[in-house]
């Protein structure tokens, strides 16, 4: 799948002398460098923006950027350049908003200390993950985890977990969707340890 | 997760929604060449959907680390009575080789009794308990979590915390802090402990309050601010909104409204190592009002300083203020 495709935006092609960042790039890049430092982008999304609706919407946003800058470069430093873009962002939504909240943005003086800080160090981090895929999968309503180990620990079919479970192939797949779901808000936007990186 | 207001067509939530779908879809056996093609386009509308759909498939993806490791004890057994063959080889080898790598211990899996977690200064974390109560710790705070009886129990050895409780009548919440205890009847409440003082927030259903040697018992309802200390207990009622805001350290958070300086430092203090001083009385008792992240010592600073008019200075250690 995404794999096999190729840069298809033509608007890469401004700079030739480039080397094009393919799609297999980019997901090997977020996956290994961005999506572990979610939650430190959590942890700056929640404390500098009061409305904690917003969040899901501008962390979207966020990896948007991210992402398109990607495209023509891949940042050296991943978790600083997440930081700075979710920094922009906020400036950006002050600004269109026209609200002027005492603390709404924390200093960017403050925060470019921090991110020059180094962050965790990648095994650390994928040593961190499976401590936290542990709390993660315990985490999940009883019924969606045992929808999830049936397919992902012992290796069921679809059928065989409705059987198991007693319940229908489709609710199955609604178990195992929002299980993928609560996976990932955990794996990846959990503070816990990392939470010193910022 | 509440549904956004914004006026962007289409959430983040709507798309993790559909993202997971496809996720799930392509985990089966089911999953064609034709699902592949449609998955593709779906892809290709818009860079978000490639980030959701990367995202969920990786932590997807990072679950299978997990085979073999461990399923709660209840899933175990059931997972035990399947017939052998189903349990693919590679896979159990591939997570062995993983734990090897990471020299991860057994112990973590193993340890479900008294669990002792703590915070450091400044630091925030969220426990889930097997039973699905949820336990937010505030900055220095200790809590041990564990079972007597049928009594799901825990100690809170010092600082502060969130507890939203499931409630289980059959197996009793049972809080135990400054000696005191303070039982769940249904419940999302605050506990705070600050040297032999004990002060208990109740945001919503019920809380028994029994206190030392039994000489005072209390039932709490939604609103109700208990400040229990030596062998005195008093009551305050709040409303719960504005008992949101007292909580808000929560989101990271700390608000004042027409508070004293020598307060306001003094919270600033729990939550950072560099601490701030308010030196003379005349400005210990200025009042400020302001929403500031817990960790920004200096936008309270600049503060004191720009509005205030008062006189900061960073000696490093301490941040000084006076007149």
């Known amino acids: 799948m995404a794999d096999k495709a190729g840069p298809h935006g033509d608007g890469t092609s401004l700079r030739d002398t480039d080397p094009c960042v393919t799609e297999s790039d980019l997901r090997a890049w977020f996956l290994r460098e961005v999506f572990p430092y979610e939650g430190v982008l959590m942890q700056f999304l929640h404390q500098n923006w009061r409305n904690q609706g917003d969040i899901a919407d501008l962390r979207q946003e966020v990896y948007v950027r991210v992402y398109e800058a990607a495209q023509k470069q891949i940042p050296e430093h991943a978790k600083t350049f997440l930081l700075r873009t979710a920094h922009n962002l906020l400036v950006d939504r002050v600004r269109r908003e026209q609200i002027v909240p005492i603390a709404a943005v924390a200093d960017l003086d403050a925060l470019g200390v921090a991110m020059d800080a180094p962050g965790p160090e990648r095994s650390a981090i994928a040593k961190d993950m499976l401590r936290r895929l542990q709390t993660a999968l315990d985490r999940l309503p009883p019924r969606c985890r045992e929808a999830v180990v049936l397919k992902q620990i012992d290796g069921l079919s679809r059928g065989e977990i409705a059987e198991r479970m007693g319940i229908s192939q489709d609710a199955v797949s609604q178990y195992l969707s929002k299980g993928v779901t609560a996976l990932a808000e955990d794996l990846y936007g959990d503070l816990s340890d990392l939470r010193r990186g910022l | ?323």
């Not at chain 2, 207001?5 to 879809?25: F, K, L, M, S, Y």
């Not at chain 2, 005072?216 to 601010?225: C, I, Q």
């Open chain 2, 1 to 323: 997760m509440s549904g956004p207001n914004t006026t962007r067509p289409v959430g983040a939530q709507e798309i993790t929604d559909q993202a997971a779908d496809w996720v799930e879809r392509k985990m089966h056996s089911t999953w064609s060449t034709a699902d592949d093609a449609a998955l593709e386009s779906w892809l290709a509308e818009a860079p978000s959907h490639r980030i959701a759909f990367w995202r969920l498939e990786g932590a997807w993806g990072e679950t299978s680390r997990l085979a073999a490791l461990r399923s709660p004890p209840s899933l175990r057994s059931r997972a035990m009575s399947v017939p052998r063959n189903r349990l693919p080889v590679s896979k159990s080898l591939a997570v062995a080789a993983v734990i090897v790598a990471f020299g991860f211990a057994a112990s973590g899996y193993l340890a479900a009794r008294d669990v002792t977690y703590s915070t450091g200064i400044g630091e925030r974390k969220t426990l889930t308990l097997a039973d699905g109560s949820r336990i937010e710790l505030n900055t220095s705070t200790v809590l041990r979590a564990g079972r007597s009886g049928n009594t799901r129990k825990v100690w809170l050895d010092k600082g502060e915390a969130y507890f939203r409780v499931k409630h289980d009548a059959a197996h009793p919440f049972e809080v135990v802090a400054a000696d005191q205890r303070i039982t769940d009847l249904g419940t999302e409440f605050n506990v705070r402990t600050d040297g032999g003082r004990l002060r208990i927030a109740v945001v919503q259903g019920r809380v028994r309050f029994d206190g030392k040697n039994g000489n005072a018992h209390a039932e709490l309802l939604p609103g109700d601010v208990a400040v229990a200390e030596a062998s005195k207990l008093s009551l305050t009622r709040v409303p719960v909104p504005e008992l949101a805001t007292r909580l808000s350290w929560r989101s990271g958070k700390l608000m004042f409204h027409h508070t004293p300086l020598a307060q306001v430092a003094a919270e600033f203090n729990r939550y950072n190592s560099q601490k701030v001083i308010v030196s003379d009385e005349q400005a210990r008792t200025l009042t400020i009002n302001g929403t500031f992240a817990t960790n920004d010592v200096h936008a309270f600073a600049r503060i004191a300083q720009s509005v205030l008019g008062l006189r900061v200075e960073d000696q490093g250690q301490e941040i000084v203020i006076s007149h």
